[in-house]
Nanobody, 117 residues
């Protein structure tokens, strides 16, 4: 069983920045898919950004130009740098990892991001 531990959420004013981290319990090289999702109250969970394979990066339209997804292999960490935050970015942010060997996907427990206007 893989565990994903997210951190970095918090309360920030509109226009501010936050950096989310996700650390898997196994080497990050075990995963061929890594993604950040979010779920706002009363809404479905949605993709924010993902890395498939080594270089295939995808962003949702609302994240383009403001968010950057990256992986720090040395620190075994998936990152999401979020700049120019808006109140509509308020949500619980979840890390998702797809394991190369089993094709199973795992979720973290989530980290709350709240952006005040």
């Amino acid at each position: 069983q893989v565990q994903l531990v997210e951190s970095g959420g918090g309360l920030v004013q509109a226009g501010g920045s936050l950096r989310l981290s996700c650390v898997p319990s196994r080497s990050i090289f075990n995963f061929n898919y890594l993604g950040w999702y979010r779920q706002a109250p009363g809404k479905q969970r949605e993709l924010v950004a993902s890395i498939a394979g080594r270089v295939n990066i995808t962003y949702t339209d609302s994240a383009k130009g403001r968010f950057t997804i990256s992986r720090d292999n040395a620190e075994n960490t998936l990152l999401l740098q979020m700049n120019s935050l808006k109140p509509e970015d308020t949500a619980v942010y979840y890390c998702n990892a797809g394991e190369r060997s089993s094709n199973k996907h795992y979720w973290g427990q989530g980290t709350q991001v709240t952006v005040s206007s």
